[in-house]
């Protein structure tokens, strides 16, 4: 923690440095490691703080004779303890490793696995929930592309989530969600059960990834769906297809042809860097894709259960009878929980 100290205050008088700001690289770099070391140095400071009141506590314990000034001492002994304790737990979570994408964007895919109609209709309901749950967080969220199924359903959607630490909280949304309901469509009244997968990315940044535009070949066409505002009446929706991974993006989303385009190019981006994280990590890359899988009720991650209202996330056994919450985008109580077992994980893998 000293070390830690020293560089925080080096990085501080970097900040302070003219120079930094004629570098907007530098300075963003600067900027991002100071806010991610500023919860450590003042929790740091605030144990170092807890650690003398014990220490100045339990010296007046030893010399004080006046029973009344002993009982105080005492007290604020059993208080700076307690504090300290608190703040020490608080810095093992505070110095475990973090993702170094926690706090970009994210650009969230959602597509219908098994169960047709209805596993479409199951992932705009995914979609809306997650939209309602950005706008509980304050983050934005824009569609970059989808399919429809023509009945309100998505058989693909893709977006991108801008927010502080959209990351950090989405991430633990990837794999399959398995829904289980009676369809609108069902005269019977039959449970159907149905599946969607969800995939988070974290959204690249231009400096990321190089992209050779003779990599690249760049289709225009008309846009399919619902008119309107020129949207199909133009030569406005883009397809990218990037010839070495043989990745294809579409976008149609926007009026004009070089915003779509703009648009397809940061999608091809994250797709790639995407790529790229997981050559580096390998391990992460198996995990990943076994959490994505290809929408089979065996690789759920979570499922729904509308008859019983409740909610069950597979990965640590939690159940909550409050579905009605969770499909408006009341999400926190399950990824709070989630995040809460990650770092149990980490911190006991820590202690072995």
Same mark, same amino acid.
């Given at each position: 923690?000293?070390?830690?100290?020293?560089?925080?205050?080096? @990085?501080?008088?970097?900040?302070?440095?003219?120079?930094?700001?004629?570098?907007?690289?530098?300075?963003?770099?600067?900027?991002?490691?100071?806010?991610?070391?500023?919860?450590?140095?003042?929790?740091?400071?605030?144990?170092?703080?807890?650690?003398?009141?014990?220490?100045?506590?339990?010296?007046?314990?030893? !010399?004080?004779? $006046?029973?009344?000034?002993?009982?105080?001492?005492?007290?604020?002994?059993?208080?700076?303890?307690?504090?300290?304790?608190? @703040?020490?737990?608080?810095?093992?979570?505070?110095?475990?490793? &973090?993702?170094?994408?926690?706090?970009?964007?994210?650009?969230?895919?959602?597509?219908?696995?098994?169960?047709?109609?209805?596993?479409? @209709?199951?992932?705009?309901?995914?979609?809306?929930?997650?939209?309602?749950?950005?706008?509980?967080?304050?983050?934005?969220?824009?569609?970059?592309?989808?399919?429809?199924?023509?009945?309100?359903?998505?058989?693909?959607?893709?977006?991108?989530?801008?927010?502080?630490?959209? #990351?950090?909280?989405?991430?633990?949304?990837?794999?399959?969600?398995?829904?289980?309901?009676?369809?609108?469509?069902?005269?019977?009244?039959?449970?159907?059960?149905?599946?969607?997968?969800?995939?988070?990315?974290?959204?690249?940044?231009?400096?990321?990834?190089?992209?050779?535009?003779? $990599?690249?070949?760049?289709?225009?066409?008309?846009?399919?769906?619902?008119?309107?505002?020129?949207?199909?009446?133009? $030569?406005?929706?883009?397809?990218?297809?990037?010839?070495? !991974?043989?990745?294809?993006? #579409?976008?149609?989303?926007?009026?004009?042809?070089?915003?779509?385009?703009? &648009?397809?190019?940061?999608?091809?981006? !994250?797709?790639?860097?995407?790529?790229?994280?997981?050559?580096?990590?390998?391990?992460?890359?198996?995990?990943?894709?076994?959490?994505?899988?290809?929408?089979?009720?065996?690789?759920?991650?979570?499922?729904?259960?509308?008859?019983?209202?409740?909610?069950?996330?597979?990965?640590?056994?939690?159940?909550?009878?409050?579905?009605?919450?969770?499909?408006?985008?009341?999400?926190?109580?399950?990824?709070?929980?989630?995040?809460?077992?990650?770092?149990?994980?980490?911190?006991?893998?820590?202690?072995?």
């Amino acid at each position: 923690m000293d070390m830690l100290l020293r560089h925080y205050e080096e @990085l501080m008088a970097d900040l302070s440095d003219p120079a930094a700001a004629s570098d907007p690289k530098r300075l963003r770099d600067l900027m991002k490691e100071q806010a991610e070391l500023s919860p450590i140095v003042d929790t740091y400071r605030a144990y170092e703080a807890a650690a003398r009141d014990e220490e100045d506590s339990a010296e007046l314990l030893e !010399t004080e004779r $006046d029973e009344e000034m002993r009982d105080l001492a005492k007290q604020e002994l059993s208080q700076a303890r307690k504090r300290k304790e608190h @703040l020490a737990e608080e810095l093992k979570i505070l110095l475990l490793p &973090k993702d170094p994408n926690d706090e970009r964007n994210v650009v969230l895919e959602i597509r219908a696995g098994v169960g047709g109609d209805e596993a479409a @209709l199951f992932a705009a309901d995914l979609f809306r929930m997650y939209g309602r749950y950005a706008d509980r967080r304050g983050w934005q969220i824009e569609v970059d592309s989808y399919s429809e199924n023509g009945i309100g359903g998505f058989k693909e959607i893709i977006a991108t989530v801008k927010g502080r630490g959209a #990351y950090s909280r989405l991430r633990y949304e990837s794999g399959v969600h398995r829904v289980q309901r009676v369809p609108e469509t069902e005269s019977g009244g039959r449970i159907h059960t149905s599946t969607a997968s969800v995939a988070v990315m974290p959204e690249a940044e231009e400096f990321d990834v190089t992209i050779d535009p003779n $990599d690249v070949r760049v289709d225009v066409m008309r846009a399919s769906g619902n008119g309107g505002q020129c949207v199909n009446t133009t $030569d406005s929706a883009v397809r990218l297809t990037h010839l070495p !991974t043989g990745i294809v993006i #579409y976008s149609q989303t926007e009026k004009s042809q070089l915003q779509n385009k703009d &648009k397809a190019f940061r999608l091809l981006r !994250t797709k790639l860097y995407l790529l790229e994280l997981m050559k580096r990590q390998e391990a992460e890359a198996d995990e990943r894709r076994s959490q994505i899988g290809s929408g089979d009720r065996s690789e759920k991650i979570r499922t729904y259960n509308f008859p019983q209202g409740r909610v069950t996330d597979h990965r640590i056994g939690l159940t909550l009878y409050q579905i009605d919450r969770v499909m408006d985008g009341d999400l926190d109580g399950i990824l709070d929980a989630l995040i809460a077992a990650d770092r149990a994980q980490k911190l006991a893998h820590l202690s072995v």
